[in-house]
């Protein structure tokens, strides 16, 4: 039986859609930018095709979505920082040129504070969650997110719900967690046919669904191992579709869900 408390009245399911905006900052760390075309334009593609797509797909079914965005990609596509705003979805931070936070060492702080500066001049509002380029952080990171205002962090795999982390003595900072299962990556880099995929998503939901848990599904748009190609958005569109379908279901951006959960005491039940 899912807690009645656990999610807000009437629901007993939440939804977590969220794009990392992985674009060119990703093709930066294997060729120069002067280089970035042919095998290395797939960033590109997602940033000019693939996430149009997704926020078409957003537009229709009314789903907020979260956007982890790499500082360096938002500097230099502003007009689309606008768009994924004005559509009234969620932009987090995700690095600033994508990097290895777990190799930044006496960088890293400076790097964080660089890429949170730079999503608030161009966004006007600082951004209120983070997650880690690759998954990877320091022993320092979660420290320095509290340091600098961050409500959330969404970088981890260890647990089926939202829970409060330990921040080197300092405030504690909320993981909304994913699963590599939801993440589109991890089969379009072994070239699974989006059919296989489809199946995948649409059964980690019923599951989750039925334990009232968090159906967390990351996406990316780039033209690659991303979602942002036609096949692959149409399977995108059927989740969502499904989603929309099931009652009970709670869709919100990793934001509301970061507030929910610490304004009901559950994160700290959870910690």
């Known amino acids: 039986m899912t807690p009645p408390d656990r999610w807000p009245p009437g629901h007993h399911c939440g939804v977590a859609i969220s794009v990392d905006l992985d674009g060119e900052s990703v093709d930066l760390g294997r060729a120069p930018r002067a280089n970035l075309w042919g095998r290395f334009s797939h960033g590109r593609y997602g940033l000019r095709v693939g996430v149009y797509r997704l926020l078409e797909i957003f537009r229709e079914h009314a789903i907020p979505a979260t956007f982890f965005v790499p500082a360096w990609d938002a500097e230099q596509s502003p007009g689309l920082v606008e768009?994924?705003?004005a559509a009234g979805h969620e932009i987090a931070a995700h690095g600033y040129v994508h990097e290895d936070h777990s190799r930044l060492e006496e960088a890293e702080r400076d790097t964080l504070e660089r890429a949170h500066r730079t999503l608030l001049k161009l966004t006007g509002?600082?951004?209120?969650?983070?997650?880690?380029?690759?998954?990877r952080l320091s022993p320092r990171t979660l420290g320095y997110l509290t340091d600098l205002g961050y409500r959330y962090d969404s970088s981890f795999r260890d647990d089926d719900l939202p829970h409060e982390l330990e921040c080197g003595g300092g405030?504690?900072?909320l993981e909304i967690p994913q699963f590599p299962f939801l993440t589109d990556t991890l089969f379009y880099e072994v070239f699974r046919p989006p059919a296989d995929v489809r199946r995948m998503w649409l059964e980690e939901l019923e599951a989750i669904y039925d334990e009232g848990l968090l159906y967390s599904l990351k996406l990316h748009p780039r033209g690659d191992t991303g979602s942002g190609r036609a096949l692959r958005?149409?399977?995108?569109?059927?989740?969502?579709?499904a989603v929309r379908r099931r009652p009970g279901t709670w869709i919100a951006t990793h934001a509301d869900i970061a507030a929910w959960w610490r304004s009901s005491g559950e994160a700290a039940n959870r910690g």
């Open 83 to 85: 768009a994924i705003l």
């Open 125 to 135: 509002r600082a951004p209120a969650g983070w997650r880690a380029p690759g998954g």
């Open 171 to 173: 405030p504690r900072i």
């Open 233 to 241: 958005a149409a399977v995108v569109e059927d989740v969502c579709r």
